[in-house]
């Protein structure tokens, strides 16, 4: 028998995606443990945990069986920081079963795998992400925290190509983060910056995981 690769899993469900452009679509979210940040404003810090071990068989299996109650047509691995694990034959898998792919990371690690959608956040302080996701990411996720300036949101606007959308995301629909979010939309069009909008979580909105 083949060996099974191993991964470290927080956690799998069905929901909504609640956040970026992909909001409101059924989702399966496969959450892997661990983290290679430990951003202070982290709302999953649940997952920096070790995670239960499941074979990619074991995962796939528990996938299918949402799927069946929940049909998806999308998968979406997040975290923690989903790309510190070797994904590649989860992905292949997936793939294989018909999934959509959607990758959630922080961009500070790239692995090529056959996603169909990169959403990602680059955190502070330094905001560094891998530069392959200048054309890769399909979306730029920036969350308001209370240091964020308008300076980062100029300079993520010259490095990514204007399709790709800079979404100000308030820290959990905090008022605070909304009103600092509508600030710096106001800057950015003063400023001629296109592409810039406001986003939120729906996912709270509705109460959903
Ligand atoms: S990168 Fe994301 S998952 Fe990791 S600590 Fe920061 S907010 Fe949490």
């Known amino acids: ?17 609640g956040e ?9 979210f496969i959450r892997l443990a661990g983290c290679n940040l430990e951003c202070s404003f982290c709302d999953t810090k649940y997952a920096w945990k070790e995670g239960r071990k499941l074979s ?13 109650h929940f049909p998806s ?10 790309l510190l694990q070797d994904l590649a034959d989860l992905a292949k898998r997936l793939k294989k079963e ?3 792919i959607q990758v959630e990371t922080n961009g500070t690690l790239y692995l090529p795998l056959p996603v169909d959608w990169y959403s990602i956040s680059p955190k502070p302080d330094k905001y560094f992400y891998r530069p392959e996701y200048r054309e890769k990411a399909k979306e730029v996720k920036v969350i308001l925290t209370k240091n964020l300036d308008f300076e980062l949101i100029k300079r993520l606007r010259e490095e990514f190509p204007e ?17 600092l979010g509508t600030k710096l939309l106001r800057q950015a069009l003063k400023a001629g910056l296109k592409n810039i909008r ?4 729906l996912h709270k909105v509705y109460g959903l995981r």
């Open 1 to 17: 028998m083949p060996q099974q690769h191993i991964l470290k899993i927080a956690e799998i469900f069905p929901s909504i995606q």
């Open 20 to 28: 970026g452009l992909r909001q409101g679509e059924a989702t399966l």
């Open 56 to 68: 990619t068989a074991q995962v796939l299996e528990k996938v299918n069986k949402l799927r069946y």
């Open 73 to 82: 047509q999308w998968v979406c691995l997040t975290g923690g920081e989903p």
């Open 98 to 100: 018909g999934f959509k």
């Open 163 to 179: 399709r790709t959308p800079l979404l100000l995301q308030p820290q959990s629909n905090r008022k605070w983060s909304i009103i």
């Open 198 to 201: 406001l986003s939120g979580q």
